[in-house]
Structure formats: C-alpha cells, structure tokens
C-alpha cells in the first residue's frame, strides 16, 4: 500500500510542475514598461529595453529607453512586459 501512495505523490508532482506558470524572462530589444514609482510621472512609460544585468547586491536591472529618447534602468520588480500588459 506504502508503493501506491508513492505512485500517487510522484504523479500529483508532475501535475502540480506541469501546471505551473513559468517567469516571463525579459532580454535586450523586448518592449517594457517602467512603473510611476522609478520614473516619477503619472503614467506608465513605455519603451524598448536596451541592457540586462545582474547585480550582486539588487538582483536583475533592466534599462529601457523611450521613443523621446529617455532611459530609465531600475530593479527588474519596476518594470513589465508590454506582451503581458493588459490596461
């Protein structure tokens, strides 16, 4: 019976990493948008990502530059995907 319950367990696995939602990786020339706090306007601002790296002591920065020719870098948690967007 032991054998049947680690049958089950080891197939509830597979579904449960089958279902999950893997993390959208954002990498050089995807559109983004940066948020109000990193760029102190009152709308989202939107724009082409131009660097990504990692930083020991932040974690991933992600640089954009907007059609007027902006850059706003910042910690990736201010930033988003335009293809996931929905406003």
């Known amino acids: 019976m032991g054998f ?3 049958v089950e367990s080891l197939a509830y696995k ?3 990493d089958y279902f999950r939602i893997k993390p ?3 990498k050089e020339g995807d ?3 940066a948020s109000l ?3 102190g ?3 989202w601002v939107e724009g082409v990502i131009i660097n990504v790296r990692n930083n020991p002591f932040l974690g ?3 640089a954009i530059k ?3 020719g902006r850059i706003y870098f910042g910690e990736a948690k201010y930033f988003k995907s335009v293809e996931y967007v929905r406003n």
């Open 24 to 26: 959208f990786v954002m």
């Open 14 to 16: 597979k579904e449960i």
């Open 41 to 43: 306007l009152l709308e």
């Open 60 to 62: 991933t920065e992600i």
């Open 31 to 33: 559109k983004a948008k």
């Open 4 to 6: 049947f319950i680690g």
């Open 37 to 39: 706090e990193l760029t």
């Open 66 to 68: 907007d059609n007027l």
